[in-house]
């Protein structure tokens, strides 16, 4: 069996990819702060392992250590594989940092980076008895990459995410059985996190027309499509072989 770890999967590309990833020989969790009625349905119907995890990764810590003991829990030998992908994401409404309340900023650096981290940890740790090839799959964003005004919590998850996995591949590459980890930027997305970009205020938000084209000119992928891309890409033979990517790129 195939185990899958997916946050952020009780909507948009997350609950996509966690929908494309059922079937009878994967066993696949989902960790939101609500459950999606439609992968439950989904699961049904296909005779599917779910389980969904409602912890919100604004506290962080907790979430990672319900997986840090449900992983110590399995028997050894289980699974044949153990994949996490660290998805979910929030963006602070548009605008300088000092403009929006701490308690956005803080959100969005506990949920997009410091999520990411715990159960990056939790996972490699607990992982390693469980026997089989293990991956971490981050998604990232371009943003990471190309800081952009009114965007700062958001592009500094993403970057700190970057180099996260990128540490971690050197860390991973020094042992025996190491993680494959990749930081990848899945493309421009049809998703919430995109319409409240568009609902931005301009005059606070200077790429707001950027965002709107986006839509108005038929660049946006659905979730779906995205998360097929994403799913192409995870399963690569040589996935692992270059930690910063972009599915545009291959």
């Not at 349905?41 to 389980?51: F, K, M, N, P, W």
């Not at 250590?65 to 153990?82: I, V």
């Not at 190491?178 to 990848?184: C, E, K, M, R």
């Amino acid at each position: 069996m195939k185990l899958y770890i997916i946050t952020g999967a009780s909507r948009g590309m997350g609950e996509a990819i966690a929908r494309q990833l059922l079937a009878p020989s994967h066993l696949v969790i989902g960790i939101s702060r609500q459950r999606s009625a439609g992968l439950e349905a989904e699961a049904q119907a296909r005779g599917a392992s779910l389980e969904q995890w409602e912890l919100d990764l604004a506290q962080p810590l907790a979430a990672a250590l319900a997986l840090q003991r449900w992983l110590r829990a399995q028997p050894a030998g289980r699974f044949g594989s153990a994949t996490l992908i660290n998805n979910a994401g929030v963006v602070a409404q548009p605008g300088p940092v000092d403009e929006a309340s701490l308690e956005e900023l803080s959100n969005a650096i506990r949920v997009g980076l410091e999520a990411t981290l715990l159960l990056s940890s939790a996972f490699l740790r607990e992982t390693r008895a469980l026997g089989g090839a293990r991956r971490i799959l981050n998604i990232s964003s371009g943003l990471g990459r190309r800081a952009m005004a009114g965007s700062a919590a958001y592009c500094a998850a993403k970057a700190g995410m970057d180099n996260l996995s990128r540490a971690m591949a050197l860390d991973e590459a020094e042992k025996d059985g190491g993680a494959a980890i990749v930081s990848l930027a899945p493309g421009i997305i049809d998703t919430d996190m995109q319409r409240q970009l568009r609902a931005g205020d301009p005059s606070r938000f200077p790429d707001h027309a950027v965002f709107v084209n986006f839509k108005t000119s038929g660049q946006l992928l659905s979730p779906d499509a995205a998360a097929a891309k994403v799913l192409r890409f995870l399963a690569r033979p040589d996935f692992g072989s270059t930690v910063l990517a972009d599915v545009r790129d291959v």
